[in-house]
């Protein structure tokens, strides 16, 4: 959060500010989704970008990572609902959204 605070081309930011509804999977009842941050900042060519960011551990974001666990790939399952009421969201308000995990956080100092 200190990125975005002292970074010159973040224009705004907040944390948990932005509510998206969404169906759970498991139990049919729609519900809130509050993805991480919202962050409006501007691009190398001067640019206004728009985000929604979720950070989740690997092994949150796809049944693959999440192993044989089952909690694990339950959460799975429910965090792609999420995820997809999200992009719907973000597509109709004209912004982008995405999930950070620690293969972006911590690239060892290589982009992937």
């Known amino acids: 959060m200190r990125l975005c605070d002292e970074h010159p081309n973040v ?17 049919g009842k729609y519900t809130i989704y509050v993805p991480d941050f919202f962050v409006v900042y501007n691009d190398k060519n001067g640019r206004k970008h728009a985000e929604l960011i979720e950070v989740k551990p690997k092994s949150q974001t796809n049944l693959m990572d999440a192993g044989k666990s089952h909690a694990k790939k339950k959460q799975v399952v429910i965090n792609m609902a999420k995820w997809e009421a999200a992009n719907a969201y973000a597509k109709q308000n004209k912004i982008r959204f995405r999930v950070v995990s620690e293969d972006q956080l911590f690239h060892q100092g290589t982009r992937k």
């Open 11 to 27: 224009y705004k930011w907040a944390s948990e500010s932005i509510k998206v509804p969404y169906r759970h999977p498991l139990t």
